[in-house]
Nanobody
Framework: QERLVESGGGSVQPGGSLRLSCDAS????????LAWFRQAPGKEREGVAG???????KIADSVKGRFLISQDNAKKTAYLDMGSLKLEDSATYYC??????????????????WGKGTLVTVSS
């Protein structure tokens, strides 16, 4: 049974918006953080946004001003609201979880669990 389940990916035109969700309800740790990473074909996985249990957030410079991360603590769900999407935002987006606030580093090697990813395609 997967601990993290992403949803909300799809195809969108440049300039459009999408909301990704990460269901972490099966992750049985009360003090954890969640983060979004993405990986495009042929490229390294990069951190996009992170949020800790207290609501502190970190947004990568590449998406700052266009993407927002939020969470519903009661539902143990994190959201990534993506706006003004560009062609280069096309990638598989992964949700990751870690204990404490490690997610705010946006470093993949600090994450404990990963979802299977959801594909976002930006094309005209």
């Amino acid at each position: 049974q997967e601990r993290l389940v992403e949803s909300g990916g799809g195809s969108v035109q440049p300039g459009g918006s999408l909301r990704l969700s990460c269901d972490a309800s099966r992750y049985h740790n009360n003090k954890f953080c969640l983060a979004w990473f993405r990986q495009a074909p042929g490229k390294e996985r990069e951190g996009v946004a992170g949020i800790d249990n207290d609501g502190a957030t970190k947004i990568a410079d590449s998406v700052k001003g266009r993407f927002l991360i939020s969470q519903d603590n009661a539902k143990k769900t994190a959201y990534l609201d993506m706006g003004s999407l560009k062609l280069e935002d096309s990638a598989t987006y992964y949700c990751a979880a870690a204990i404490g606030s490690r997610c705010l580093t946006l470093r993949q090697f600090g994450m404990d669990y990963w979802g299977k990813g959801t594909l976002v395609t930006v094309s005209s």
